[in-house]
């Protein structure tokens, strides 16, 4: 069965720093990657998928994503955050040709100070 | 015009109640999902239906009961609540299924939640 691992369960840092949230899996199988974002009192959104391809993916709000398969890693990162950026994080891995089952990592919180 | 939609937002009621959260999706989605996530942020997922068929079951107490009448709509009915039930519901969907041109890839769409809380 597969497995995540966020490193870090919150993460402050100031406004215009830069910024990596670490998300490490376990799989016996390839995978498809994702990051959710979920503002306060909000459902989760997508921020950005790994399915194929390119190693580094782009999303929204600035933010990229790097798979890196010999360290089963997807660390996500952006160069400079905002105030807005503050919320929590997920890192998502379903197993391909696997079942519908999305396993979520436990969330980095973001807190962005001013 | 949201895409999914969970009712009601906020349920708060006594141990020992029987409650249902419903949901909606415009999404002309094929699965769909409940997820449960605690005090603590974690998400796990409870339940998935595709095309009004149960396919995914995790270990959930037997008090916990979907109901998909058709694939724009997944249900929840949870007997008998306990304080451990405290918590927010997710609704999610996707589009397409296991095998085939429309494969599924995991990408969800989430509603806004529905915070049951049990006293």
């Known amino acids: 069965a597969q497995s995540v691992t966020q490193l870090d369960s919150q993460v402050p840092v100031f406004e215009e720093a830069p910024v990596e949230l670490r998300c490490n899996y376990s799989s016996s199988v390839s995978v498809y990657l994702f990051w959710y974002v979920q503002y306060p009192n909000q459902g989760l959104q997508l921020l950005l998928k790994y399915l194929s391809g390119s190693t580094l993916v782009k999303g929204i709000n600035g933010f990229e994503a790097e798979f890196n398969k010999s360290q089963t890693s997807f660390h996500l990162r952006k160069p400079s955050v905002h105030i807005s950026d503050t919320a929590e994080y997920f890192c998502?891995?379903?197993?391909?040709?696997?079942?519908?089952?999305?396993?979520f990592g436990k969330g980095t919180k973001l807190t962005v100070n001013p | 015009d949201t895409a999914v939609s969970q009712t009601p937002k906020y349920l708060v009621t006594q141990m020992g109640n029987d409650k249902s959260i419903k949901c909606e999706q415009n999404l002309g989605h094929d699965t769909m999902y409940w997820y449960k996530q605690d005090s603590k942020k974690f998400l796990k997922i409870m339940f998935s239906y595709n095309n009004k068929e149960l396919i995914i079951n995790e270990t959930v107490p037997n008090r916990f009961s979907p109901k998909s009448p058709d694939k724009a709509h997944l249900n929840l009915h949870i007997n008998s609540l306990e304080l451990g039930d405290s918590a927010v519901y997710f609704c999610?969907?996707?589009?397409?299924?296991?095998?085939?041109?429309?494969?599924?890839?995991?990408?969800?769409?989430f509603g806004e939640g529905s915070r049951l809380t049990v006293l």
């Open positions: 999610a969907s996707s589009q397409g299924g296991t095998s085939g041109t429309n494969i599924n890839t995991g990408e969800l769409f």
């Open positions: 998502a891995v379903r197993t391909k040709g696997g079942s519908e089952k999305l396993v």
